[in-house]
């Protein structure tokens, strides 16, 4: 209703009460006149401030709610299941007492179990049905309907309208102290974190009293006899491992949660609460800005930063052979709530990232690589039950999560409907889902089975095993770092997930186009060596041409269209397929990728034919259903006015056939386990040559090195047994000490294989024993294990066991007899016809492929697995199409009705061709819609904004620095720019409701183990925060960098009113600038902002008192480019180098074959990466990103691992918002 507030001439009334007017609209003496268009309504709402005030009035409502439900002191609470209450829990003792919270009930049953040692009348104990909900980002309404949270209020005794200034206000409470019981695993951390925030938010000043406590179990526990040794967390245990040489000889038990230790071990745990009862101390306001950088989720960009400063300090101190920083340490009593956050909880952050985002080398996540290992190293090329299979993962990978979770990720890697996989690494003997539900409709693991795909075994070599990086976890060593396929596979299936601070999208592309490429680039290093090692030899010609194929995203099966809305590809559309079969008919044979047929029936076709509003008119007269479990199929029947307006306005608009990607958040893992995010698609390619031709090196040499061992090998074993034929040498009724120093005398070689396998592991850093090694050696090793079995039973069990262990002494040295095995442990079979005719069979069929693999180099290897890859592919497709055509029926016949003489038979329609296009549809050609096209171009201006402010930024903490400033003094810079400019740099994304775009991915994939990690969610394409990036400014860092820096000197006007807050808490002006958004003060906190505080300048190294410098306007001019040090290297990588050298990063020579296509974009978008050079009064706001500079190439003095490293948060408005729960 509309409210006019109005006067009228000679009003009539219909009554004597005047309750209703009576007078006719024209007799009112004035005339109303009220716009009816959209932009009056939206004035009357902007200027009326009416939403204001019923979201005011709503949530008051809802604050009064949630004070009706705060906590009272009573002895005796009533309607709390599973609360164990303290005996003296709401009387004048219950300061004294304390609440116990457990993560779970099966850690409840160990508490209770403990409570049998400290008594029942001061403790009592609460589980948790699992996370504690993230109050700091929850609406008032949803904490009020929350029932842990509003019971947690009750048992605690909890007031909302209190502050509880005072320690002694902590006697209004049924509990004096609360103390966490959750796993000493990442996500038991979670849980103290969420629990602590919970206080935080709502009591702040409860955290200065003391008031949070945890108690700590063992994660780990090793045995060796009656000994029992306890760890508390893994960097303790690694320390003890490495200063005990026998850890192995120790037996590991991994305490995966509370519920794995028994009523014995609880017992023991309570019975020395000293131990492990740790107090939760609270110092200063660094601890309140700690627990916001973790919880605050304006605080997004800062939690990169988190992340990468952890990763970065566990490095150094790795590289610096220093201990790592642990908190729970044997005499440790308290931490502090900053430690707490900085030491633990971030663990779980990247853990959640890992978990989260896959490796740009195998683009698998770390449960997918679990599976393949076990795969692997089992050899699963039999059929076996996906139950099974997730069984011998955990018990053969150490892996800790859910089984449930574990059997998801199976079924993903098997999944092979479009939008899924492009190549599915294990077969789906079953059903593992359609793209009906999007895989959701998959059978139980008990009913399907899997194994290794043909595929999977191509592609990731056995000839790699060796020569990878293998993890060890539980003293058990599991899967690698990465396996090393020979195509991108991250590009092949594409890649989904969000972490803590990071996010990933990635979609798929065609696994033929990236042979095509790979083959490429093999090319244009094999011309690059030739012309560094023989310059005047002629150039390989070869019978075919190969030209370097642009990426596009490809789905297999897919027959819709895939097109970039710009040259920069930022944006992308698919579109689904649609063809008109009359004027009132036509048919929808494919949908978008990532669309599934049967939600889009409910949520289009449903939505249309019938309205869910009465006011509606039907859209679409009706459609039936002719698609199966792989195809899509809907014919729909509408008026001619109907089809007439959809078409004018666009089918695959009009019926939502239109769905748009960004290309813009490739966020990955490189090689060396750094995020980095990547431009293109083709970035990741060559990337991922470069390592790949690397590995291709070390695979060579190992394998030639192989081959040779084996081959001296069998060449002694050869001639022994030819000696001892001809009496050339005899060992009967002699000393094992004789027949050794003969040996040596004869030079015969130690075992050549062993001592191979001592030098690779070495030269490799590789353990070789417990992994396949070449294929090659299997015969071999048979041929070595039937002698070993023969030799058992023929020799005396004592002189075997001498000859094995004991050490002979020659005349000239000491041998290891040992060595020797492969020859004087030969079976006397060895000496007949047969044997011996195999063994030189054998000799000569290892000499054989040693020369013919001398011969090869690595790219021709390379090459070699790339065909037969292909080879492989097109074989698996022809089979995949041919067993699609098999159930599709032919046109058949059947006998009519009638006599039998008479009856004629009849064609029938074929059972299946109605789930086929219609032959006679008229396919519609998509138009792209121009508000997707104006998207992609905003998009562009704002990369190019963004790319510009992360280069200024970069270069500006370069220089500071190179100039000896100090990390801490930098980040005060840095915040009081941002604050300055009241804006977070180069990001202003929309919030993540208002941008979220729809994933591409249907699979289930490894966020089932992600569940938890919801902590922090972000918005999935946001580009700041960008890991290991190089830097190439376009202006002169050095002067633009003065020039800052004197800026930031001359702000010095402070207004000492102006301070920031921390609800319920006075900040600390040494200690930080920043305040969270939740303050009681928040508009004081706005108004503060905009007035930095005065910056003290960076001490120097000479001086230890800092001057302000003399205020001076920046007048000089820019200078032209500076060439960087990422620059240089890159020219100096052009130059000509040794043969040794690693191979260069392929330049490419683009030919695209999607651009014939034709395009509907008219105007070309400016490129990103161009700007206008800087005139002399160029001195606009360059904006933040973050704190910290991103680690370059570029060489810096390297801090000492050991000093500490605060954290400091970005003071900013404007940072996109992220829903974490």
């Not at 699992?130 to 019971?151: D, F, H, P, Y």
């Not at 951390?189 to 063992?218: A, R």
């Not at 220093?322 to 971030?346: C, G, H, M, S, W």
């Not at 853990?351 to 076990?374: H, Y």
Request: with cysteine; aromatic share 8%.
């Amino acid at each position: 209703f509309l409210f006019v507030n109005c006067l009228i001439e000679n009003p009539e009334f219909e009554s004597q009460a005047k309750k209703q007017l009576a007078t006719e609209k024209k007799n009112f003496g004035s005339t109303c006149l009220i716009k009816s268009d959209e932009n009056f309504l939206k004035d009357i709402v902007k200027k009326t401030g009416i939403v204001e005030s019923v979201i005011n009035w709503l949530e008051h409502r809802q604050d009064a709610k949630l004070h009706k439900q705060s906590g009272t002191k009573t002895s005796k609470l009533k309607g709390i299941p599973k609360l164990d209450d303290a005996n003296d829990a709401g009387t004048k003792n219950s300061v004294n007492c304390t609440l116990i919270v457990t993560e779970g009930d099966s850690a409840k049953a160990l508490a209770v179990a403990g409570l049998g040692v400290i008594g029942r009348d001061r403790y009592g104990v609460y589980p948790l049905k699992g996370k504690l909900l993230n109050v700091r980002e929850a609406t008032t309404k949803k904490m009020t309907e929350n029932s842990e949270i509003s019971q947690l209020v009750k048992i605690l005794g909890l007031n909302y309208g209190e502050k509880y200034v005072n320690k002694s206000d902590l006697s209004k409470l049924r509990y004096g102290k609360l103390m966490i019981m959750a796993d000493q695993d990442q996500d038991g951390s979670h849980i103290k974190g969420l629990v602590i925030n919970f206080i935080h938010y709502k009591w702040p000043n409860l955290l200065k009293h003391d008031y949070i406590e945890v108690f700590i179990t063992p994660i780990l526990k090793v045995s060796k006899g009656s000994e029992v040794i306890s760890f508390y967390s893994m960097p303790e245990f690694e320390q003890w491992q490495a200063a005990t040489p026998d850890w192995q000889k120790w037996k590991c038990k991994y305490y995966k949660g509370l519920g794995t230790s028994t009523a014995k071990e609880a017992k023991e745990y309570f019975s020395n609460m000293e131990r492990h009862r740790i107090l939760f101390k609270y110092e200063s306001t660094k601890d309140d800005l700690a627990i916001q950088l973790a919880f605050n989720s304006a605080l997004s960009d800062d939690r990169k930063d988190w992340i990468k400063w952890h990763t970065e300090d566990v490095n150094q101190r790795r590289e610096q052979n220093l201990p790592a920083d642990y908190l729970y340490r044997i005499d440790t009593k308290q931490i502090n709530f900053n430690d707490f956050v900085n030491k633990e909880l971030v663990l779980f952050s990247k853990s959640s990232t890992e978990r989260a985002i896959p490796n740009v080398m195998d683009g698998l996540k770390p449960g997918q690589r679990k599976i393949m290992f076990v795969c692997f190293t089992k050899n699963i090329i039999r059929e076996i039950k996906v139950a099974q299979l997730g069984g011998k993962v955990a018990e053969n990978s150490a892996y800790h999560h859910g089984e449930q979770s574990l059997t998801n990720t199976i079924v993903g890697l098997a999944q092979n409907f479009v939008g899924s996989n492009n190549i599915n690494f294990l077969v789906p003997a079953g059903q593992f889902g359609t793209r009906l539900h999007g895989g959701n409709d998959a059978a139980s693991a008990r009913y399907i089975f899997t194994r290794l795909s043909p595929l999977a075994l191509s592609l990731f070599s056995k000839n790699d095993e060796p020569l990878l990086t293998y993890l060890n976890e539980d003293g058990m060593g599991i899967e690698p770092e990465w396996y090393c396929p020979i195509i991108p596979t991250v590009l092949v299936n594409g890649a989904h997930g969000v972490g803590t601070g990071y996010s990933t999208d990635i979609p798929s592309y065609n696994p033929l186009t990236l042979s095509n490429n790979m083959k490429y680039f093999i090319r244009q290093e094999r011309e690059r060596r030739r012309q560094l090692n023989n310059p005047t030899s002629e150039p390989i010609k070869y019978s075919d041409v190969i030209t370097l194929k642009e990426l596009i995203p490809w789905f297999k099966n897919f027959t819709g269209e895939i097109k970039l809305l710009d040259n920069d590809r930022t944006r992308g559309v698919t579109n689904g397929v649609c063809a008109k079969l009359d004027d009132t008919t036509f048919e929808i044979t494919d949908l978008p990728v990532g669309t599934w047929t049967q939600n889009y029936k409910e949520t289009v076709l449903e939505e249309m034919l019938h309205p869910k509003k009465n006011d509606r008119a039907p859209s679409i007269m009706d459609y039936k259903e002719y698609h199966t479990d792989t195809t899509v199929r809907f014919v729909v029947k509408l008026s001619k006015e109907q089809f007439a307006k959809f078409q004018e306005a666009g089918l695959h608009k009009s019926f939502r056939l239109q769905d748009t990607f960004k290309l813009t958040n490739m966020v990955l893992f490189d090689h060396n386990g750094i995020l980095r995010r990547y431009k293109t698609a083709e970035e990741i390619s060559a990337e991922f040559f470069m390592v790949r031709l690397q590995m291709y090196d070390k695979r060579k040499e190992y394998m030639v090195g192989t081959l040779k061992s084996q081959c001296s090998k069998l060449d002694n074993i050869a001639r022994f047994i030819k000696e001892k034929i001809e009496n050339v040498i005899s060992v009967e009724n002699k000393k094992i000490s004789a027949v050794i120093d003969m040996l040596v005398e004869r030079k015969y070689a130690r075992d050549p294989e062993r001592v191979w396998r001592e030098e690779a592991r070495k030269k490799f850093a590789i353990e070789l024993a417990t992994h396949a090694v070449h294929e090659d050696t299997d015969q071999l090793g048979d041929l070595q294990q039937k002698q070993d079995d023969e030799d058992n039973d023929d020799l005396d069990d004592d002189d075997t066991t001498k000859s094995k262990k004991s050490k002979a002494t020659t005349s000239t040295n000491q041998v290891d007899t040992s060595y020797y095995d492969y020859l004087i442990n030969m079976s006397l079979r060895n000496l007949t016809k047969e044997r011996r005719d195999d063994i030189l069979k054998e000799q000569k069929g290892k000499h054989d492929k040693l020369d013919a693999l001398e011969k090869k180099s690595p790219e021709d290897l390379y090459e070699d697995d790339i065909l037969n890859f292909e080879a492989e592919y097109r074989k698996t497709m022809e089979k995949e199409r041919a067993d699609e055509m098999s159930g599709v029926a032919h046109p058949t016949t059947k006998k009519a009705g009638g006599d039998n003489k008479a009856r004629k038979r009849q064609t029938t329609k074929p059972q299946r061709a109605e789930t086929r296009p219609a032959p006679n549809g008229q396919r519609i050609a998509p138009v792209i819609d121009p508000a997707l096209v104006k998207k992609a171009n905003e998009e562009i201006l704002k990369r190019s904004k963004e790319e510009k402010t992360v280069e200024d930024k970069k270069s500006i903490i370069e220089y500071l620095t190179k100039e000896g400033v100090s990390a801490e003094d930098i980040t005060s810079i840095m915040q009081t720019r941002c604050r300055e400019k009241k804006k977070i740099g180069g990001v202003t994304e929309k919030k993540a409701s208002e941008s979220k775009e729809k994933k591409l991915d249907g699979t289930i994939d490894e966020n089932n183990e992600n569940s938890n990690a919801s902590m922090m969610s972000i918005d999935g394409h946001d580009n700041s925060g960008v890991v290991k990036e190089e830097i190439s400014p376009k202006r002169n860092a050095k002067r633009t960098a003065k020039e800052k820096v004197t800026k930031y000197d001359e702000d010095n006007d402070v207004d000492e009113e102006d301070e920031s807050f921390i609800r319920g808490m006075q900040s600390d002006d040494n200690e930080s600038d920043y305040m969270g958004s939740d303050s009681e003060t928040e508009k004081k906190l706005k108004k503060a902002i905009t007035k930095p505080k005065q910056i003290r300048k960076p001490k120097s190294a000479t001086s230890n008192n800092a001057s302000t410098p003399t205020k001076k306007k920046a007048t000089a001019k820019k200078t032209s480019l500076d060439v960087s040090t990422d620059d240089k290297q890159k020219n100096d990588e052009s130059s000509p180098k040794k043969k040794t050298d690693k191979p260069k990063k392929p330049t490419v020579k683009k030919e695209s074959d999607a651009m014939q296509k034709k395009e509907t974009i008219k105007k070309e978008p400016k490129k990103a990466v161009k700007r206008p050079k800087p005139s002399d009064s160029d001195e606009e706001d360059i904006p933040i990103l973050s704190n910290t500079p991103t680690p370059t190439k570029k060489p810096r003095t390297q801090r000492t691992a050991a000093a500490k490293r605060s954290y400091h948060i970005s003071d900013d408005e404007d940072i996109d918002d992220e829903d974490y729960e």
